[in-house]
């Protein structure tokens, strides 16, 4: 069974500063992997997905991941925050092969809270 | 394009009673997905259904059910309510459930919170 772990349950930083928000996951199997981002009172907003290809991924509003497979990590960055990026992010993995149907993995979260 | 709507948004119900919640997925997505968000075990997957059918279940005891519509509308039952129930639940949909098309990731709506006292 996979398993997500999200290193940071806060990360506190100030306004235009860079961020990396850390995930590892443990899984006997192929990948899937996402991050989304929860406003307060909202649901799950898709940020980023690595599926194949390229490890370097690009996601909505500046952010982006890294997947390194043999760290089994797949950490987001943006290099500026706003204000607005305050909120909880997380880390999800879904099993490859295609029967795990609707059925993601997620971590515990990170609150993200930027001051001015 | 409309997205996920979830209602109601609140419920309040009281421990021993049952609770019915309803989710519209976007239009065109034939999956549709359920998870239990607390603080405690945070996001937990319940089931996900596909053309009607039940195709993948999370570890809930029975008195979580669910069901879809020819429409692909889906409901999600709770029986003999808890305390622990408690939660914000979360629909999500998507074209075809699996992960493996770039077309297909889960969205989600706002949630029902429910509050059992």
């Known amino acids: 069974a996979q398993s997500v772990t999200q290193l940071d349950s806060q990360v506190p930083v100030f306004e235009e500063a860079p961020v990396e928000l850390r995930c590892n996951y443990s899984s006997s199997v192929s990948v899937y992997l996402f991050w989304y981002v929860q406003y307060p009172n909202q649901g799950l907003q898709l940020l980023l997905k690595?599926?194949?290809?390229?490890?370097l991924v690009k996601g909505i509003n500046g952010f982006e991941a890294e997947f390194n497979k043999s760290q089994t990590s797949f950490h987001l960055r943006k290099p500026s925050v706003h204000i607005s990026d305050t909120a909880e992010y997380f880390c999800?993995?879904?099993?490859?092969?295609?029967?795990?149907?609707?059925?993601?993995?997620f971590g515990q979260g990170t609150i993200l809270t930027v001051h001015p | 394009k409309a997205g996920v709507t979830q209602t109601p948004r609140y419920l309040i119900k009281t421990r021993g009673q049952q609770v019915t919640l309803s989710c519209s997925p976007i239009s065109g997505h034939r999956s549709v997905s359920w998870y239990q968000q607390t603080p405690g075990q945070g996001l937990q997957f319940l089931f996900e259904y596909f053309s009607e059918t039940q195709r993948n279940k999370g570890n809930f005891p029975g008195r979580f059910s669910g069901r879809q519509f020819s429409n692909s509308r889906s409901e999600m039952n709770v029986s003999t309510l808890e305390l622990g129930d408690s939660a914000l639940y979360l629909c999500?949909?998507?074209?075809?459930?699996?992960?493996?098309?770039?077309?297909?990731?889960?969205?989600f709506g706002n949630g029902t919170r429910l509050t059992v006292t």
């Open positions: 999500a949909s998507s074209r075809t459930g699996g992960f493996s098309s770039y077309n297909s990731p889960l969205h």
């Open positions: 999800a993995v879904s099993e490859g092969g295609g029967t795990s149907y609707g059925k993601l993995t």
């Open positions: 690595y599926l194949s290809g390229s490890t």
